[in-house]
């Protein structure tokens, strides 16, 4: 079960009602004090049934009522509701016009305070008798009879209900009956069919792990010790016999706690004598904890920065989400606020891969933060932009303005390139600083050969390293270069894994509305490693043996070398920037020639196109 949206209505900053769209990975961002945490509040109230109060209601608003609605999607995932026989959410038709479940909770607000919530699901009700999904069986049956349709089977069992209800259905979709969809309102109380429904649909629901920017990081933490002492006493209860141990100690103990207490009473008066008690509590006898062991000495996490922490105890909180399932097909929705606090700039590449794993597992994952890492490494169409012009909360998840984004996010847009404006022609987007040697060096060997009649700094082009296609600051800059009317050419690695993959850097700068072939173009092979042809690095560093070809990863099989000497000598990672330039014209074509197709001439003919 998958939320896919959330509509608010009168709550914290928001007035009216506004929809916020869900993926499996959704990063919210705004600036302080935007109302990034008021889509988490909401859930949390809508899941967790934590209780509102009236500051919790938007002042400004027109009705008396907060609500949230959730939208799942339940992928026909088998069910009871409240029957032995399983079935699904959509074919009970208990979903609205998009086929989804909706989960609907509404708080009456008066002067002082607010009401508990009251829950509805929207469901597709026929007109008049001919609706059928809250009857009981002798209803059902009775139904069948009228319509003539049968309600025994061939061998002598008569259908159950949900056969019942699913022969009524297509009944009335082949005579058209006419139907709606409306909102039901789940009772509180009572035995009818609607609250059997409505309490099993409860169950289904995802379990929302709300991780807040002030929760607490110590492995000590109260709650977490209780959680493991809680499991200590269950074995120890279960498994010894403490009855026993506790009459041995008592036996021991009380001679001399009796003489003790003998010596008490003869100085005491006799209308203030005490008594010996011995008394037993087993769970206070565990203490758990966790212990860092990197530097050959056991030091406590509550002894490690905060950010080393904020990971860590991340995945302890799912683990216990885990543990928590009211059963093993439910799923768990994992909320974070802002977890790059206390985190350096550099550990946060390893929280957005934690955040990563979390949906690679099977979780939902909402996080809000100010982090342009996190944000850099999202999907452009899992970012949510929460702004508030004119003081009107607004969600933004189409056509983002990535240079508003990159400001919420405390990044301005680079002003290195823009002394080079004034004598640059065009600008030709690379992704990194190899990137821009590799392309000099190609151009200065190709000129010597007679196959170019010019280098790139010779025509005034400027290579620009401009980061990858994923990070936001590219689409900052990108969007600078664009509004300043000034020519440009990105080239990026396909990132492919075989020649009939797609490549994701491909599609992305095509959804941002770029042209392949006239915009941008991506390597025919997998990386600009791929372009260092094995031979020549067998040249290079004769002890290697080299065997990756066109989409292999090429920079991961340097940087993995068996033997650490030739992994030195390769450079690792950095093959690139350690081998490049000291290819020959004749290694290089034998990777950017293919026939009579030179890669490389076609992208300088390109960019040189639009000089003109």
Not at 228 to 237: G, R, S, V
Not at 467 to 479: E, P, S, T, Y
Not at 581 to 603: A, K, Y
Request: with cysteine.
């Amino acid at each position: 079960m998958i939320l896919k949206k959330l509509i608010i209505t009168n709550f914290r900053g928001i007035k009216d009602a506004i929809t916020v769209n869900f993926d499996l990975f959704n990063c919210i961002v705004g600036q302080n004090d935007a109302g990034k945490s008021t889509i988490l509040k909401a859930l949390d109230a809508a899941l967790n049934e934590t209780a509102l109060s009236r500051s919790d209601y938007n002042v400004e608003a027109n009705t008396n009522q907060i609500i949230v609605e959730l939208y799942f999607d339940c992928n026909n995932m088998e069910c009871s509701l409240g029957e032995e026989i399983l079935t699904t959410i959509e074919r009970e038709e208990l979903i609205n016009g998009d086929g989804l479940l909706v989960w609907r909770k509404v708080w009456n607000v008066t002067d002082n305070n607010v009401s508990k919530p009251k829950n509805s699901i929207v469901r597709r009700k026929y007109v008049g008798n001919s609706d059928f999904i809250f009857k009981t069986e002798a209803q059902l049956i009775a139904q069948c009879n009228t319509n003539n349709i049968v309600t025994i089977k061939g061998n002598g069992e008569e259908y159950n209900n949900v056969e019942k209800r699913q022969k009524l259905r297509e009944y009335n979709h082949q005579n058209n009956v006419v139907f709606s969809y409306e909102v039901e309102e789940v009772p509180s109380t009572g035995t009818s069919k609607i609250k059997t429904i409505g309490d099993s649909i409860k169950k289904l629901l995802p379990a929302f792990q709300y991780f807040k920017a002030d929760t607490s990081l110590s492995d000590t933490d109260s709650t977490i010790q209780k959680y493991f002492k809680e499991m200590a006493f269950k074995l120890i209860d279960e498994e010894v016999d403490t009855d026993e141990m506790e009459d041995t100690i008592k036996e021991q103990l009380g001679t001399v706690l009796q003489k003790v207490t003998d010596k008490i009473n003869d100085v005491v008066k006799s209308t203030e004598k005490v008594e010996p008690k011995i008394e037993f509590d087993w769970s206070k006898l565990i203490s758990t904890s966790f212990v860092s062991t990197s530097s050959g000495n056991d030091i406590p996490l509550s002894s490690r920065g905060d950010g080393f922490r904020r990971i860590t105890m991340m995945a302890y909180f799912e683990y216990l989400a885990e543990s928590e399932r009211t059963n093993e097909t439910q799923q768990i929705i994992f909320g974070f606020e802002e977890p790059e606090t206390f985190l350096h700039p550099s550990a946060q590449e390893n929280l957005f891969d934690k955040l990563n794993s979390l949906v690679q597992n099977g979780y939902q994952v909402i996080t809000s933060t100010h982090s342009p890492t996190i944000v850099g490494n999202s999907k452009r169409h899992t970012i949510i932009h929460i702004s508030k012009p004119n003081n009107i909360y607004t969600i933004n998840q189409t056509n983002i303005d990535f240079r508003e984004l990159a400001i919420d996010l405390g990044i301005k847009p680079d002003n290195t390139f823009t002394p080079l404006f004034s004598t640059s022609r065009l600008l030709f987007l690379v992704e990194g600083i190899d990137d821009v040697n590799a392309m000099h060096h190609k151009a200065i060997l190709y000129k010597q050969a007679g196959l170019i009649s010019h280098t790139f700094e010779e025509l005034n082009i400027n290579i620009i390293p401009i980061g990858g296609c994923g990070g936001i600051k590219h689409w900052v800059n990108l969007d600078l270069f664009t509004k300043l009317e000034k020519p440009f050419f990105i080239f990026l690695d396909s990132d492919k894994e075989d020649a009939a993959a797609i490549s994701i850097n491909e599609t992305n700068l095509t959804e941002y509305g770029l042209t392949l072939g006239t915009d941008f173009l991506v390597t025919k092979k997998r990386q600009l490693e791929n372009y260092i042809h094995p031979t020549a690095l067998v040249r290079l560093v004769p002890d290697a043996v080299i065997t990756y070809a066109d989409f292999d990863h090429a920079k991961n099989f340097c940087k993995d070398y068996p033997d650490s000497a030739i992994r030195g000598q390769l450079g690792g990672s950095k093959v690139v920037h350690r081998h490049y330039c000291n290819l020959t014209l004749d290694e290089l074509r034998m990777t950017w020639l293919v026939g009579v197709d030179d890669e490389f001439i076609n992208l300088y003919n390109i960019i040189v196109a639009k000089l003109n």
